[in-house]
């Protein structure tokens, strides 16, 4: 019959199983825990623009407005408008595991199991020191690679700052065809990089699991090799372990790098884009949205994939 579980025959307090540990293989457990990411879905956080004034290409911030397109009640005036927008994911992506340890294996030689309670101290099993592999895992960080999605501004209304929205624009600098008329801006296509994103640390908080009053405190199947204790390997709670591996998750912090949209020229719907200033001339005029970045409050970070 193979051998299914040696208790240190070569090496006094290094245990090697061909099975579980309470259900666990720890070996497997190793790998990912200290090497494994987290699937994102959502949006980063909506930002709104604020007022944007509109202002002409020589600086002009006074433009001829009406309440409707007959000019009624028209008079001179500044004008500006506001939007929000979010983005996609897009390629944003958590990187493997952050993790490090001051902790090392014992090499103190010997196993033992605390008749009480099925405690088992030794120094590891399948090349794996528990209470190390946890201390990794507790308090590991994850960054973030990759750009959101790009977005497709809207369009945004101009209004005067008296809430009137019809504004005297003509086909050219000369004023030609002069017309009262809605206008806005032409959309346009943006995305931001990652910058400082990244999955907080994950508190795991104790490594300790709840010990079971049922007996056999320590068993091993001489079939299968697989070990099992009431109590905790090296202080820590191994099927416990990895229910909190399986189910944990991150907070995002950080925020997307900052963007500045170019200038958002506005023009009516039947795309005249000269305005009429309080210094009778025609000009045309734009909008700019100040720099601004997102952050991930709006993503999803699903469980360890």
Excluded at 157 to 166: D, N, P, Q
Excluded at 276 to 293: C, D, E, K, P
């Amino acid at each position: 019959m193979a051998k299914t579980c040696d208790l240190g025959s070569a090496t006094a307090g290094v245990i090697t199983l061909s099975g579980t540990v309470d259900g666990v293989d720890l070996a497997a457990l190793a790998v990912v825990a200290v090497n494994h990411d987290h699937g994102l879905s959502g949006n980063v956080s909506t930002v709104a623009s604020g007022s944007m004034a509109l202002t002409g290409t020589g600086s002009e911030t006074s433009f001829y407005t009406a309440s409707n397109d007959s000019g009624t009640g028209a008079g001179f005036e500044s004008a500006s408008g506001s939007d929000s927008h979010t983005h996609a994911k897009g390629t944003l992506a958590s990187d493997v595991e952050t993790a490090s340890t001051a902790l090392s294996a014992k090499s103190d030689g010997e196993y033992t199991v605390d008749p009480a309670t099925g405690d088992l101290v030794c120094d590891t099993i399948d090349g794996v020191a528990p209470e190390v592999l946890y201390d990794q895992f507790d308090g590991h960080w994850h960054t973030i690679t990759g750009s959101t999605a790009s977005t497709t501004l809207s369009a945004v209304s101009i209004t005067g700052a008296s809430g009137k929205t019809y504004f005297r624009v003509a086909d050219d600098a000369s004023g030609t065809n002069p017309v009262w008329a809605t206008v806005s801006s032409n959309p346009g296509a943006h995305s931001h990089a990652n910058d400082n994103l990244a999955l907080s640390a994950y508190n795991a908080g104790s490594g300790a699991g709840s010990n079971d009053a049922s007996d056999p405190k320590f068993a091993v199947d001489d079939a299968t090799g697989n070990l099992s204790t009431r109590g905790d390997v090296n202080d820590i709670g191994i099927a416990q372990f990895k229910a909190k591996y399986d189910a944990h998750t991150h907070v995002i912090t950080g925020a997307t790098a900052q963007y500045v949209s170019g200038q958002a020229y506005c023009s009516s719907a039947s795309g005249k884009e000269y305005f009429l200033t309080s210094g009778a001339t025609w000009v045309r005029a734009y909008f700019q949205r100040s720099s601004h970045s997102h952050s991930g409050s709006g993503l999803t970070v699903a469980t360890p994939s």
